[in-house]
């Protein structure tokens, strides 16, 4: 591939020298061969010349279910990694969710191979126990080795603690990153919404945010006594927020995520019954969502995610208590948080996260691999259920207004623009 990106303003606030300049950026065999003011090459060169054109360090997504193997009416890999390209996503950490559960360095290799490099970089995670049982540990060392970057029983938390226990501590061998989802089930039960007035006016079991606060308190008291790397992935209440502040201080090494929706809405929008508003951790309060959204600001939470889960049709046109929980968001990430924040901190957000999952990142610099994310913060947009190109189509964003837009994405010496 030789490109030219022409006059990108460049954001990458890990290169002070080209931080919101404007320039010219010449890409060759997938390497930023030069940055200059101007740039004049041959004919034989692909000139891109957008407006408004912005340039930043490759975007990643922590938590991004799609469906293969074993639910591709959800999604495939082809389709999903390209969607997450369009999105301005250079590289998605993908969940253990499928059928089978990727439990063995087999299912890592599947993964991986299977989804290629015709979209979006996939870095799988493994299950953390045999089938997400939470009976006994998976292959985890194998994992690793095969390409796994961490270890989740998705969206099932590790209720027996001395499986905790055991797994921090082996992982420390080989730096391993255990996440444990935080939710107590004896206190969850079969909540369905946040609970609180709005539970109790519209009739449907509750979740305390006590379910989650007791499970996070409970899994940073074992890493205290154990040592290792853990991740608390989509936190949703103020108080969870106070707790890990709280086990960083001390230097425990905890990192966080919270998703997009648990930014953007509380529980006062389930007066409709709108099954796309069925997620895990549920929409809380207005409380709750000024405090996630200072815990990103001060560094407390690590990350924002979409927690994107595509739910084919059948899954969620049905009665809101046996709907399935889950929404899509990759396609809403960036005009959405962009609206939130400013365009910097938006960026900044959508970069964070690689160290974590152990990842590369590649600043915006002459010599280095091009792994850009192509955007504007210009403009309003409207997110468009016919516009999506999910194979899903249960987003909870779908109406909402947006600021900005995504060109696309330059990643495995491919240009893919939306």
């Known amino acids: 591939m030789n490109i030219l990106l022409k006059s990108a303003t460049i954001l990458d606030e890990d290169n002070r020298g080209l931080h919101q300049k404007v320039r010219d950026i010449w890409i060759k065999n997938g390497n930023i061969e030069k940055i200059a003011a101007s740039i004049k090459l041959d004919s034989k060169t692909r000139v891109i010349s957008l407006p408004h054109l912005y340039v930043s360090k490759g975007w990643i997504d922590s938590s991004v279910s799609f469906g293969e193997p074993g639910y591709e009416e959800r999604e495939t890999l082809a389709n999903g990694i390209k969607v997450a390209a369009y999105s301005g996503f250079t590289d998605i950490v993908l969940n253990p969710n499928t059928r089978p559960i990727p439990d063995t360095s087999g299912d890592i290799v599947f993964l991986k191979k299977t989804a290629g490099e015709k979209g979006a970089r996939v870095h799988p995670m493994g299950a953390l126990t045999k089938d997400s049982a939470g009976n006994d540990l998976a292959e985890l060392f194998d994992m690793k080795n095969a390409g796994a970057v961490a270890f989740y029983d998705f969206k099932r938390p590790v209720m027996n603690s001395n499986l905790l226990k055991i797994s921090l501590q082996y992982a420390q061998g080989f730096n391993g990153l255990v996440l444990s989802y935080p939710m107590d089930l004896s206190i969850a039960a079969n909540g369905m919404v946040n609970e609180g007035s709005m539970s109790t006016a519209l009739g449907l079991k509750g979740i305390p945010s006590l379910s989650e606060e007791i499970q996070i308190a409970r899994d940073l008291f074992i890493l205290e006594y154990t040592g ?191």
């Open 228 to 418: 290792g790397k853990l991740h608390i992935p989509t936190i949703s209440t103020a108080n969870a927020v106070n707790l890990i502040a709280e086990a960083k201080k001390k230097g425990l090494d905890v990192s966080c995520s919270v998703a997009l929706h648990n930014l953007c809405f509380t529980d006062e929008v389930l007066d409709e019954f709108e099954t796309n508003y069925k997620v895990l951790p549920p929409l809380r309060t207005k409380k709750d969502t000024e405090a996630l959204k200072k815990g990103l600001k001060n560094g407390v939470i690590d990350m924002v995610t979409t927690d994107h889960l595509p739910m084919d049709i059948e899954e969620k046109r049905i009665e809101f208590d046996h709907a399935a929980f889950g929404s899509a968001g990759l396609e809403s990430a960036f005009g959405i948080l962009n609206a939130i924040f400013n365009t910097e901190t938006s960026i900044r957000l959508l970069t964070k996260g690689r160290e974590r999952f152990g990842l590369t990142t590649v600043s915006i610099k002459e010599g280095q691999p091009a792994n850009l994310s192509l955007f504007t913060p210009e403009g309003k947009s409207e997110i468009k259920k016919d516009n999506l190109r999910s194979t899903s189509k249960n987003s909870m964003f779908i109406g909402q207004k947006g600021k900005g837009s995504v060109y696309g994405v330059i990643v495995n010496d491919q240009l893919l623009l939306a």
